[in-house]
């Protein structure tokens, strides 16, 4: 029993430090991730995203990883993410692409974290396995909350059309 929690005590060790490795590249990250969104044919309605907000964004997840995986609520990313979507229903960018855009986000951390481990230590394969399962649910999350932001941002303009046409 003492073993394995010396294992897992490594382990979340390790995943702290791809965490703070994440932290320390996150401007080379994000920047990586902006090309991706701009070449990317399933993003092309972020063409009409300004590049800065984009950036600013990411930017700010990858900066703080580790307070959005370890120390906000689910609340806390419910809100960014539900404004972010929000935002962009507003930008028109469809729903299909947000949701794109932030699976991409998370594939540039997992390549970064698959690119930066040594697969033949045991107890690196778990403290990346662990980085991994919480990134997985933090970005499910954020996936949902921006459909939800997204939703109500698209409802409400459909309401307001609406009054338009009514009173018109």
Same mark, same amino acid.
């Given at each position: 029993?003492?073993?394995?929690?010396?294992?897992?005590?490594?382990?979340?060790?390790?995943?702290?430090?791809?965490?703070?490795?994440?932290?320390?590249?996150?401007?080379?990250?994000?920047?990586?991730?902006?090309?991706?969104? =701009? /070449?990317? +044919?399933?993003?092309?309605?972020? *063409?009409?995203?300004?590049?800065?907000? #984009?950036? $600013?964004?990411?930017?700010? &997840?990858?900066?703080?990883?580790?307070?959005?995986?370890?120390?906000?609520?689910?609340?806390?990313?419910? =809100? /960014?993410? +539900?404004?972010?979507?929000?935002? *962009?229903?507003?930008?028109?960018?469809? #729903?299909? $692409?947000?949701?794109?855009? &932030?699976?991409?986000?998370?594939?540039?951390?997992?390549?970064?974290?698959?690119?930066?481990?040594?697969?033949? /230590?045991?107890?690196?394969?778990?403290?990346?396995?662990?980085?991994?399962?919480?990134?997985?649910?933090?970005?499910?999350?954020? &996936?949902?909350?921006?459909?939800?932001?997204?939703?109500?941002?698209?409802?409400?303009?459909?309401?307001?059309?609406?009054?338009?046409?009514?009173?018109?």
């Amino acid at each position: 029993m003492k073993t394995a929690t010396l294992g897992r005590d490594a382990a979340m060790m390790l995943s702290y430090r791809f965490v703070r490795l994440i932290e320390d590249r996150s401007d080379a990250l994000a920047s990586g991730l902006l090309h991706k969104v =701009q /070449r990317s +044919a399933r993003t092309e309605a972020f *063409r009409n995203v300004p590049p800065d907000e #984009l950036m $600013q964004r990411v930017y700010e &997840i990858y900066r703080h990883l580790g307070e959005w995986l370890l120390d906000k609520s689910e609340s806390d990313i419910e =809100q /960014r993410y +539900a404004k972010i979507g929000s935002r *962009r229903a507003q930008q028109g960018v469809p #729903l299909s $692409q947000v949701i794109w855009a &932030i699976i991409l986000t998370k594939d540039n951390l997992w390549e970064f974290v698959l690119d930066e481990s040594y697969p033949d /230590r045991p107890v690196e394969i778990f403290g990346k396995q662990e980085l991994l399962q919480l990134l997985d649910q933090f970005f499910d999350r954020a &996936i949902y909350s921006a459909a939800v932001g997204y939703e109500r941002a698209a409802e409400v303009d459909a309401r307001a059309e609406s009054k338009m046409r009514k009173a018109g």
